[in-house]
């Protein structure tokens, strides 16, 4: 079976940073596509970032020259540094990777941005 496991969220302050990983375990074969998205309650979750097999990175607007994502060597993990936060950030944030030819779902990590 393949699992993720999503960590870094929490509290910030306005201005703040924080770092969001994602990594991958498990009978893994390929590993296409990987990304991040956010949701708020009530609301649909929306895509924040992502990154292809071969480095393309799309973002969006809400989140470009702030945040960037990105994946490590063995491409089982992908990270989202988050910087310049802002309270419209808060929100959970689940990861998404295609592995195997299938996207699987991280379980969410919290991200508040107050004061």
């Known amino acids: 079976q393949v699992q993720l496991v999503e960590s870094g969220g929490g509290l910030v302050q306005p201005g703040g940073s924080l770092r969001l990983s994602c990594a991958a375990s498990?009978?893994?074969?390929?590993?296409?596509?990987m990304g991040w998205y956010r949701q708020t309650p009530g609301e649909q979750r929306d895509l924040v970032a992502t990154?292809?097999?071969?480095?393309?990175?799309n973002y969006a607007d809400s989140v470009k020259d702030r945040f960037t994502i990105s994946r490590d060597n063995t491409g089982n993990t992908v990270y989202l540094q988050m910087n310049n936060l802002k309270p419209e950030d808060t929100a959970v944030y689940y990861c998404k990777i295609n592995i195997n030819g299938v996207h699987y779902w991280g379980q969410g990590t919290q991200v508040t941005v107050s004061s």
């Open positions: 498990g009978r893994i074969f390929s590993i296409g596509d």
């Open positions: 990154i292809v097999g071969g480095g393309s990175r």
